[in-house]
């Protein structure tokens, strides 16, 4: 159990489950992508540790790059800005593969595809290991449907903190 600020997370998956999940994500996209030219563009930071175990089960030669956008403070939405970009000539004919740690509203993903779109690949795909909100249509590849409650761990943070837990973790209800 993880205690912040008066809140409480549980354990939800475990870190052997997202690497099992991983690992068939991309026998998928090992399936999918072969001799493709395929650019990873991994959303910093929260994708950082899903891209790294993922790209460790690809068995095609791939590129990577990343950009990030930043939309959180606390726990709550805010503006969404571009804080560091892709390299434009990367992306130029090449089948770029999103590579997100969680899909929630979406909007930060619709912002991302528009953003990439404009730089000319040759096709997108997007891979999430967290889906919330019946947001399925958003990816073409996830891990997870999880509930609508905001979660830690495994790269996913509140202020930067906690993405180096092993485990994903969930809050929990208030009780009153
Ligand atoms: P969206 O724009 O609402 O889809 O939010 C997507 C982004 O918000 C993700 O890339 C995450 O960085 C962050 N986010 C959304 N939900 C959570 C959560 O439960 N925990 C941590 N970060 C989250
Ligand atoms: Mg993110």
Redesign the pocket.
């Given at each position: 159990m993880i205690k912040y600020k008066n809140k409480v997370f549980e354990k939800y998956i475990d870190n052997k489950d997202i690497s099992l999940k991983i690992k068939s994500i991309a026998e998928k996209l090992n399936e999918d992508f072969e001799n493709k030219e395929v650019l990873f563009v991994g959303?910093l930071s929260?994708?950082i540790r899903f891209m790294m175990n993922l790209l460790e089960n690809i068995k095609f030669s791939y590129e990577y790059d990343f950009l990030k956008?930043s939309?959180?403070k606390d726990?709550n939405?805010g503006e969404?800005s571009l804080e560091l970009n892709v390299n434009k000539k990367y992306v130029n004919n090449k089948d770029v593969i999103i590579i997100?740690?969680?899909?929630?509203?979406?909007?930060?993903?619709?912002?991302i595809t528009k953003h990439l779109k404009l730089m000319n690949p040759n096709s997108l795909n997007v891979v999430s290991l967290?889906i919330?909100n019946d947001?399925k249509s958003k990816c073409n590849y996830y891990g997870f449907e999880i509930d609508n409650?905001?979660?830690?761990g495994y790269g996913?943070?509140?202020n930067n903190l906690f993405r180096d837990l092993n485990h994903i973790y969930i809050?929990k209800d208030e009780e009153r």
């Open positions: 959303i929260g994708s956008v939309s959180y726990m939405r969404l997100e740690d969680i899909i929630d509203s979406g909007k930060t993903l619709d912002f967290l919330k947001m409650k905001f979660v830690i996913l943070d509140i809050k």
